[in-house]
Structures are given as C-alpha cells and as structure tokens.
T-cell receptor
Framework: TQLLEQSPQFLSIQEGENLTVYCNSSSVFSSLQWYRQEPGEGPVLLVTVVTGGEVKKLKRLTFQFGDARKDSSLHITAAQPGDTGLYLCAGADRETSGSRLTFGEGTQLTVNP | DTEVTQTPKHLVMGMTNKKSLKCEQHMGHRAMYWYKQKAKKPPELMFVYSYEKLSINESVPSRFSPECPNSSLLNLHLHALQPEDSALYLC?????????????FGPGTRLLVL
C-alpha cells in the first residue's frame, strides 16, 4: 500500500510570510499532483509533476518533485489571504495503481491579513 | 476548458428517500470518478468508469449505485442511505484511466442524510 505523508497538517501565518508544505513517501510515483480546496468546493488542480527533480512555478507557488520521485514540496512566497485553503498532494503510479490517486492527509493553510 | 459540473450543489434526504447526483464534463475525457470526502479529510475513491464501463468499485455499499449513460455524464443513485453517508460527493474526470493521474474535480454535492 502506498502512503503519502503530508506536513504540516495545519499552518497559520501572517500575510507576506513564506511557507513550505511537504509530501513524503517510501514509494515511487510516476507523477504527483497538488490541489487546493476551499470549504464546500472541489479540489482545484494546481500542477502535475512527472519528472524526478522537476521544478514548476505558478506565480508565487513553486513545486518540486524529488529526484527519486518519492517526495514533493510546495513553496509559497509572500503568502496572501487568498492562498487560504486545504492543500492536497496526490501521487499516482501507472504501473501498480493506474488511476488510483494516493492522497496526503492535507495541509490546512490560513493566511491572516 | 477544464470544467466538471455537478448537480445539485446541496442535497438533504431522509433515510428512505431515493435521489440521484449528476456529473457532466465536455473535455472528451473517457474516465470518470466518484469520490466521497468527509470534512478536513482527503477524498476517498468510490467508483471509476472507463469508456462508460465500470472499472473499479472500491467495495462501496450497494445503496450507492453508479451509472454512466454516455461519455459525458455520470450519475450516482442513492437509496436507503445512512446518516454516516453525509459527506461531500465529488466527481472527477481524466483523459483516460491509464493516464488517470491528472484528474479534474467538480465542485461537489454536499449531502446531508437525516
């Protein structure tokens, strides 16, 4: 069974601060997705990373996939209240689980004005 | 356009009622999914349809009955639900099941079973 450990579980910061969220596993994934979810809404896909060592940037968000494709991080620079939400990482392994996504437990981020 | 739509947005039903949740996508995706999500928890996979055929049933109780009338539509029929079935029900789609890691989610249906 593949597991994704996501940390921290909760994060409350002030506007303008930087933060990093981590997803770690002992398993190799063929790709990893990051989603953001607001209360009562569905998860919104932020990025998919597929290559070991890959770095993708989305405005103030930087996503990195580990060289061994077992871990990933999301770094937010100068956080804003609009960044508040539940951040979920989800890994997929085409060979063993196909379309089954392994989700992390999520990071609830609150950015205070 | 990466939109998945779901109706209704909210649903309240009694334990003896029969209701249906609907999901639609027009991205040409051939894999569609139903997830159940409890508060502050990640989504849990329920069913996967691939090319309109049921591909995965994650041992979901028979009071949940999925249906895929065509490649754009996915329904979830509900009957004799229990209060613990109250949750956010999410539909998702992907290009196909093999490359199913990039899934696009709908806004969900918030279900309350009384």
């Amino acid at each position: 069974t593949q597991l994704l450990e996501q940390s921290p579980q909760f994060l409350s910061i002030q506007e303008g601060e930087n933060l990093t969220v981590y997803c770690n596993s002992s398993s190799v994934f063929s790709s990893l997705q990051w989603y953001r979810q607001e209360p009562g809404e569905g998860p919104v896909l932020l990025v998919t990373v597929v290559t070991g060592g890959e770095v993708k940037k989305l405005k103030r968000l930087t996503f990195q996939f580990g060289d061994a494709r077992k871990d990933s991080s999301l770094h937010i620079t100068a956080a804003q209240p609009g960044d508040t939400g539940l951040y979920l990482c989800a890994g997929a392994d085409r060979e063993t689980s196909g379309s089954r996504l392994t989700f992390g437990e999520g990071t609830q981020l609150t950015v205070n004005p | 356009d990466t939109e998945v739509t779901q109706t209704p947005k909210h649903l309240v039903m009694g334990m003896t009622n029969k209701k249906s949740l609907k999901c639609e996508q027009h991205m040409g995706h051939r894999a569609m999914y139903w997830y159940k999500q409890k508060a502050k928890k990640p989504p849990e996979l329920m069913f996967v349809y691939s090319y309109e055929k049921l591909s995965i049933n994650e041992s979901v109780p028979s009071r949940f009955s999925p249906e895929c009338p065509n490649s754009s539509l996915l329904n979830l029929h509900l009957h004799a639900l229990q209060p613990e079935d109250s949750a956010l029900y999410l539909c998702a789609s992907s290009q196909d099941q093999v490359s199913g890691e990039t899934q696009y989610f709908g806004p969900g249906t918030r279900l309350l079973v009384l």
